[in-house]
């Protein structure tokens, strides 16, 4: 706690200590470092109690909060992303934090940097799929989506960092869809989604795209069924290495689907 506050001894500075004085740039990259490594800690707690974090998020949301406003990039994207992560550990525990959160991570929706941006993405879906307040998250689907839409139509000569985007976008409204199909027009939503695929970049978020398909599958939904001429090619490319493209589970899923949908 002290470190994320940079209260911590080592953080101090050596006025008094009969050394040459550490260069200017090399303290504030050490100085990071040091912070970097205190959020990797919280995300680490997070993931080892899970809903149970949701008390000692009490402590440690101020100082992740003032980060995920700094004027330094990397910092907001730090605590943007150890945010999201500990959203995920916390499942239904951040519920409470709900609204507090939304707001930080729909105002990151509009950053300037591709790194925050995606990382706030990523956050959002994981907010919008685990919290049960669904008066705070589900009239703001709309204001969401608008965020996120533009980004959609994107996919042709993306960079590293920007291809991550594309991914957790996608991540993102399809943690949505699967939290609540009926608050999402489908219609609208689904054929640009399906354009970014296959995710070129963070193939974690495979996972809630692909399992949100198949539960549209499951439900017979007309508009990912008229899109199923599209989708065949891409499931058989998942399936092809990389290997860690997709989980087993999601692989022997999509197998099953195939085969469904060839039988018909």
């Not at 209260?7 to 470092?33: F, N, R, T």
């Not at 991570?105 to 509009?110: D, N, V």
Request: aromatic content about 6%; charged content about 25%.
């Amino acid at each position: 706690m002290l470190i994320l506050q940079r209260s911590h001894p080592c953080q101090k500075d050596e006025d008094e200590i009969d050394e040459p004085a550490v260069l200017e740039g090399e303290s504030a990259e050490y100085d990071w470092l040091v912070i970097e490594t205190a959020m990797e800690v919280v995300t680490a707690l997070a993931t080892a109690l899970g809903p149970q974090f949701s008390e000692l998020w009490k402590i440690f949301e101020s100082p992740i909060v003032k980060y995920c406003s700094s004027q330094e990039r990397f910092e907001r994207s730090a605590a943007v992303g150890t945010m999201g992560e500990c959203i995920e550990a916390m499942g239904a525990g951040c519920t409470p934090y709900t609204s507090r959160m939304f707001k930080l991570l729909l105002k990151r929706l509009s950053d300037e940097d591709p790194e925050a941006k995606s990382n706030a993405a990523y956050g959002m879906g994981l907010l919008c799929l685990h919290s049960t307040d669904a008066k705070e998250i589900l009239p703001n689907y709309n204001t969401i989506l608008g965020l996120l839409e533009p980004l959609l139509h994107k996919n042709n000569g993306a960079s590293e960092s920007e291809a991550r985007l594309l991914d957790n976008a996608a991540g993102c409204v399809s943690r949505m869809i699967k939290k609540s199909p009926d608050s999402v027009p489908l219609d609208q939503a689904l054929p640009h989604l399906v354009d970014l695929l296959p995710l070129k970049e963070d193939f974690r978020e495979n996972e809630p795209v692909f399992d949100m398909i198949i539960s549209l599958y499951q439900a017979q939904n007309p508009v990912i069924q008229s899109l199923t001429s599209k989708l065949l090619p891409i499931f058989e490319q998942v399936q092809q290495p990389p290997e860690d493209q997709i989980s087993e589970d999601i692989r022997n899923k999509l197998t099953e689907l195939t085969q469904y949908i060839r039988s018909q």
